[in-house]
């Protein structure tokens, strides 16, 4: 991987905008004549971060994204079937609930020499646009294609650059294909939407085709701004794809002078309820695409500015920077549902509780408070229609059809959620809307689930695993930290009673998940609490899973566990380890552990990794696991998550390992995590590490943010009460560091680092200067404390040694 300009930041020098059309300089063979030059997409690209890909990964998927379209194909440039929801449908060109294209195809023909362009040499990713590079097409000619999706619009732009190198003139015939796929998303079967074949007709007068699903108001549209010499609808460089559509093909004589370049741009536009639509939109993008570029590019430097870190780990800084950007391609709108954060492409599009949970508690850090209210109010709406008593909905697809109505986990994860979000905004009318969801999931969640009454919920969590819907542990966990965030949020909104009803049983859950879950043999947490008859059913399957694997380790310890089951008296309910699974972690990951099981369970986790980071079922960790560095992608015949590494459970992990203070354990998490930063799809961190699953994660935000922006810069704020906590726990390799433009509330927050022997300066900007900013450090670290060159008092509680400050800039020494 070549990252160019050294990783430079995204260049924040404005662009005028260019009020012009967008045009290309083709020579048309049938008139004879040029069009106006016009700036061209390739300008705004100048300049700004970039990254190119691996040779060895061309044959993998890229995403170009916008909230309202995006495309997945191969960074070679072909677009093979691919994905598993919809089998072999999930790449192509998508507008949400429908599908457009399956993708296209463009070739050039020189005397009687064609040439297809689907083996790019070179795949370059920008943050909100891409770049495939054919080198040598034919003597002298390299082509680049570039595309971009703009925002809020059912469009796309694809640019092609033909770039001759020679001292003469090159005249060409090119020729681009649409294989239209007008087709439903995932259930769509359970909305009525039944797919049909596709039709294709000739628009002259726009110099466009517009192709028709022959049962359905579903339409694209696509074309250049300059006349076809021919249109025709014949496939062209040997397209396969499943689905009911149709090629369509444009052709276009271009001359390119010598040593010089010619741009030419594709505009592709759909709608799933008239053609009007669709046309309207086809005109405007082709229309305004370089003003809407240029204004895209703005907006991602907007998003690089916010919460915007500099580090030591120069590749860990980058990858922080590009989740931010990751996030944005995942933004799923469908404005007849909503707006929120999808999960994951290409094969988890559309929406999720939990998978949305942990990622608006680590996006709320970075400042787009806007998407974090769009995503909550979709989660809440979907799930009041869907359900109605406050149980949060696991997955719905973007036609409305929710798939599964919630498991346990997402009730509470979705309350400690609001309360982090209100932390960080103080926005009561927002904590007023969303408690009452909270309250009645609460109640639901013990009322139809804990069948014994001891407050711990039977049925599935986080992992999927048959027959694991007993009492499960990270269930156990999230509703611990629920019942404290409901008593925070009932005692911010004033109900006294209702606060203290709520951490009463906060408390309770904790001692019962530090003594009935706690496995001292096993120095971890239990997978869950279960009776013997469950846990034999389950060892046995675990049994047959470690067998398959070839895990000899874990056959030995599984059968030597059912021996010890098969001794237990009948009836016999306790917590059981078997499968280590990932959410044993959960304890230290929202601080419930006790300090000394934590140091134990802690080290217990380390054992279930590899170099990218922490395995999903420990079982099926192998003797090599500790040094392979390889894919994870090879000899994969059948989708599974069997034997995966993941970034969620990794940045568990991580997360656990700073609230009991270990920075560098931590930091030595996010350097395995970032291993995989780039591995297969550049400016990208795959699901499962390092190169499998999806291409780009939402929940990657919660697993970077929450370790660097709370816990290592230590910014933990009450916004309704104007203050900001600033206790940082930073890595002893780290002795410079910032972040800057932290939005909390309508305040501003901007902090350096810098560490030199045993002194410690810290730099303090905020916006609001009425604010109190609470620089707080573990008690007796440091003993002189120097605020803007003047001694000051220390104060001390249980925990730490602290100082209240006010003031736009605040500069402390510590010695």
Not at 98 to 106: E, H, R, S, V
Not at 454 to 462: A, R, S, T, V
Not at 593 to 605: G, S
Not at 618 to 641: C, H, M, P, Q
Request: proline fraction near 5%; aromatic fraction near 10%; charged fraction near 20%.
């Amino acid at each position: 991987m070549k990252t160019h300009g050294q990783s430079a930041l995204l260049t924040l020098r404005k662009n005028k905008l260019a009020t012009a059309s967008l045009a290309a300089v083709v020579l048309l063979s049938t008139c004879s004549q040029k069009t106006a030059a016009q700036p061209s997409l390739q300008g705004l690209l100048t300049q700004v971060e970039h990254i190119s890909g691996k040779k060895e990964y061309l044959a993998s998927p890229f995403v170009t994204a916008g909230n309202r379209l995006y495309m997945v194909g191969h960074q070679d440039g072909k677009f093979p079937d691919l994905g598993w929801h919809i089998t072999g449908e999930m790449g192509g060109i998508w507008d949400h609930p429908i599908k457009l294209m399956d993708g296209f195809t463009a070739a050039i023909t020189i005397g009687q020499k064609e040439v297809c362009l689907d083996k790019a040499d070179t795949f370059i990713n920008y943050p909100f646009a891409n770049k495939h590079l054919y080198q040598q097409v034919t003597n002298g000619l390299d082509i680049e294609r570039l595309q971009f999706v703009p925002d809020n619009k059912e469009g796309m732009v694809v640019e092609y650059t033909f770039i001759n190198k020679q001292s003469k003139p090159l005249t060409l015939q090119f020729t681009w294909t649409a294989h239209t796929d007008l087709r439903p998303t995932w259930l769509g079967e359970r909305t009525n939407m039944v797919d049909a074949p596709d039709q294709a007709t000739w628009q002259a007068k726009t110099q466009s085709w517009v192709a028709k699903d022959q049962q359905n108001d579903w339409f694209v549209v696509f074309g250049a701004n300059v006349p076809a010499r021919q249109h025709h609808q014949n496939k062209s460089c040997n397209f396969v794809s499943a689905g009911k559509g149709c090629a369509a093909s444009l052709v276009y004589t271009i001359t390119v002078p010598a040593n010089g370049k010619t741009q030419l741009p594709i505009t592709i536009a759909g709608s799933y309820k008239s053609a009007e639509l669709a046309n309207r939109t086809f005109a405007d993008v082709q229309k305004n695409a370089y003003a809407y570029l240029a204004s895209k590019k703005d907006r991602y430097a907007t998003i690089d500015q916010l919460a915007s870190v500099q580090v030591p780990d120069k590749k860990l800084e980058q990858a922080f920077r590009w989740v931010k950007y990751n996030t944005d391609w995942l933004i799923r709108e469908v404005p007849e549902i909503g707006r929120g954060l999808s999960a994951g492409l290409p094969d988890y599009p559309w929406w999720f509780g939990a998978d949305g949970c942990y990622t608006l508690s680590g996006l709320i850090t970075t400042g787009n408070k806007q998407l974090v209210y769009d995503s909550v109010d979709l989660l809440n709406k979907i799930s009041e229609k869907e359900n109605g008593n406050g149980r949060i909905i696991h997955e719905v697809s973007t036609n409305g059809s929710v798939f599964n109505p919630g498991n346990l986990n997402e009730v509470p994860q979705f309350a400690s959620m609001i309360a982090e979000v209100y932390r960080w905004t103080g926005d009561k009318g927002f904590l007023r809307k969303y408690f009452p969801t909270v309250k009645k999931g609460m109640a639901w969640l013990l009322a139809e689930n804990d069948k014994d009454k001891n407050l711990l919920p039977d049925g599935f969590g986080m992992m999927e695993i048959h027959g694991m819907n007993s009492e499960m542990i990270d269930v156990a966990v999230y509703t611990q930290d629920a019942f404290a965030s409901a008593a925070y949020m009932a005692s911010e909104l004033g109900d006294k009673t209702l606060a203290m009803d709520y951490q009463h049983k906060a408390d309770l859950l904790k001692t019962k998940i530090n003594t009935d879950f706690w496995v001292p043999e096993s120095g971890s947490y239990a997978d869950f609490i279960g009776t013997k008859a469950e846990a034999l059913a389950l060892v046995e399957g675990a049994i047959i899973r470690a067998d398959t694997l070839h895990k000899p380790w874990a056959v030995e310890e599984l059968k030597a566990t059912r021996q010890k089951l098969r001794l237990l008296p009948e009836g016999t309910k306790k917590g059981f380890v078997l499968h280590h699974n990932w959410v044993v972690n959960t304890p230290m990951e929202t601080g419930v552990a006790d300090p000394d099981k934590a140091a134990i369970a802690l080290r217990t986790a380390s054992k279930f990794t590899n170099p990218f980071g922490v395995f999903v079922t420990g079982i099926d960790r192998d003797e090599s696991a500790g040094t392979d560095e390889g894919s994870f992608t090879l000899n994969k015949k059948v989708f599974t998550y069997t034997g995966a590494v993941m970034t969620l459970p990794t940045g568990v992990v991580t997360i656990g390992e700073n609230n009991y203070g270990h920075p560098d354990e931590a930091l030595g998490y996010l350097k395995r995590m970032t291993k995989t930063f780039s591995y297969a799809f550049p400016g990208s961190i795959y699901e499962v590490s390092p190169d499998y699953g999806m291409v780009t994660q939402a929940w990657n935000m919660y697993s970077y943010a929450v370790p660097i922006v709370k816990q290592f810069f230590g910014i933990r704020p009450e916004a309704s009460r104007k203050l900001v906590v600033v206790q940082p726990q930073m890595p002893s390799t780290w002795d410079k560091a910032s972040i800057e433009k932290v939005t909390v509330g309508d305040n501003m927050v901007s902090i350096g680092y810098v560490k030199a022997g045993e002194q410690l300066t810290l730099s303090i900007t905020q916006k609001q200067p009425n604010w109190t900013v609470r620089l707080a450090f573990p008690k007796g670290k440091y003993r002189n404390w120097l605020i803007n060159g003047k001694t000051v008092p220390v104060k001390s509680d249980a925990d730490a040694d602290f100082v209240e400050l006010k003031g736009n800039a605040i500069r402390v020494s510590l010695q």
